[in-house]
């Protein structure tokens, strides 16, 4: 009897933990925040407007199996930003949170996202294009129990929720979102002018696997371009303009096809070739690091595994340098942990940098498009290293970060990680001149 009741009094403080399993933007409207609370269920927020920083801020929700808690919830987001679109050039950013977050107002996510949309507004006031930037959080639920310590436990149950998220309707809403950026083009009738609009992808941790599973087909597509009429050789395309994924929580075995064909025959890219596809992984994520290799160990247990020989490392950017992979450690590890497929370390840098008013964006464009193998570009607060092992202009950068620039899993936020990540979001979307 005394252990029944251990047992029940453990099952209903457990429900009792669970975290909301509903929708936490219920209202559609455009809102303003004016005061502290305001808007805290509105799907559509209008920031800071009339500002340096104005910019919207739109959520989309998904429950456990990937479905849209409203569809109109996204067609009222979706269809508000596509008026804007038609009638402005946009820079449209998209983040999708990982363990331990949602939508929910106050989410530290929530609020690390909007003042990044900010910094990206005070950008575009500054310099020529002066687009509307748009921000769009899509909320799932990476927390289903709230009792500390407890919640750590549920890391493989988000992980097979965050694939579910990915393969469903999340690739239908990314997709309608990068139909926003070509809005104006597809408008135009006449030689249309340069295509301004541009789109940027963000996912954390889970929110990284939800990104990769919704886009890995898409980028393979986008990368080969086999599409009917091709007749010249380019610039290999991504989706949108970059995803970026950080501390993403998925295995290196799934990224194996990409890292291929971005390798094969050490192919050249033009120096127009901007990045597509970025992985930031901090080498003190002990929950990527750790954590998920003891997992992936006892959910491969029965799976068989083989060595992957004739693959290679471009040494020089040029040269073919014989590498076998094993398919079972790249079935364990994390692909920001998988040695051989990290083409980048960022460090922190010895010298203070700043981006005044008028720093010349254009001109670090140009300086990334001449990069040689093994270079060392400057960031404000940081130094990215290319390791030798892909051609200096491979639109698929896995990047292992130094432990005093982002400590651990949830450590995405210091002032050299978000100023990097904007210096590489500015220098990828930059508009045509």
């Known amino acids: 009897m005394r252990i029944t009741t251990v047992i029940a009094a453990a099952l209903v403080i457990l429900l009792a933990g ?44 998904f429950d456990d199996q990937g479905q849209l808690w409203d569809r109109a919830q996204m067609r009222e987001v979706v269809g508000s930003y596509q008026e804007i679109a038609g009638q402005s050039d946009v820079l449209l950013v998209v983040f999708v949170h990982g ?10 996510n929530i609020e690390s996202f909007d003042r990044l949309l900010g910094a990206l ?27 500390p310590w407890v919640n750590d436990l549920t890391f493989w149950d988000r992980k097979n929720t965050a694939h579910n998220v990915g393969l469903q309707g999340v690739t239908e809403l990314l997709l309608r979102l990068e139909e926003i950026v070509n809005v104006k083009a597809g408008m135009e009738t006449e030689v249309p002018p340069p295509l301004n609009s541009r789109m940027v992808v963000i996912g954390h941790s889970f929110g990284g696997a939800v990104v990769y599973t919704a886009l890995q087909q898409v980028l393979a597509d986008r990368f080969i371009d086999s599409r009917r009429g091709k007749t010249v050789s380019d610039d290999a395309k991504g989706f949108g303009d970059l995803v970026l994924l950080v501390n993403p929580a998925f295995e290196a075995m799934r990224y194996a096809t990409l890292y291929d064909i971005s390798q094969e025959h050490c192919r050249q890219y033009f120096g127009t070739q901007l990045p597509k596809l970025a992985v930031m992984t901090s ?15 006892l959910s491969t247990f029965f799976e068989t595994h083989r060595t992957l020989e004739n693959r290679h490392y471009c040494e020089g950017g040029k040269t073919e340098t014989p590498l076998a992979l094993d398919e079972g450690k790249a079935d364990r590890t994390a692909v920001g942990h998988f040695r051989p497929y990290i083409t980048h370390e960022l460090h922190p840098s010895a010298v203070e940098r700043l981006r005044d008013a008028g720093y010349d964006y254009r001109a670090f464009q140009t300086k990334w498009s001449r990069q040689s193998s093994g270079a060392v ?51 990828s979307t930059l508009p045509v001149e």
């Not at 805290?40 to 919207?56: D, F, M, V």
């Not at 363990?99 to 530290?108: I, L």
């Open 283 to 297: 080498k003190g994520d002990l929950a990527t690091k750790m954590a998920f290799p003891i997992g992936r160990s």
């Open 121 to 147: 507004a005070e950008i575009e006031a500054q310099g020529g294009a002066k687009r509307k930037v748009l921000g769009l959080y899509v909320g799932w639920r990476g927390e289903s129990i709230e009792i």
């Open 18 to 61: 669970c975290a909301q399993n509903a929708p936490y933007r219920t209202e559609y409207g455009l809102c303003t925040p004016t005061e502290q609370g305001r808007c805290a269920h509105s799907a559509l927020l209008h920031e800071s407007p009339g500002s340096g920083r104005e910019h919207y801020l739109g959520f989309v929700e």
């Open 377 to 427: 570009l400057p960031f404000v607060g940081s130094d990215l290293v290319h390791l030798g092992r892909t051609h200096p202009l491979n639109p698929y950068l896995n990047i292992s970060v130094d432990k005093a620039l982002m400590e651990g899993h949830n450590d995405i936020w210091r002032p050299e990680i978000v100023s990097f990540v904007r210096d590489l979001i500015t220098i």
């Open 99 to 108: 363990w331990h977050h949602n939508a929910k107002s106050g989410d530290g």
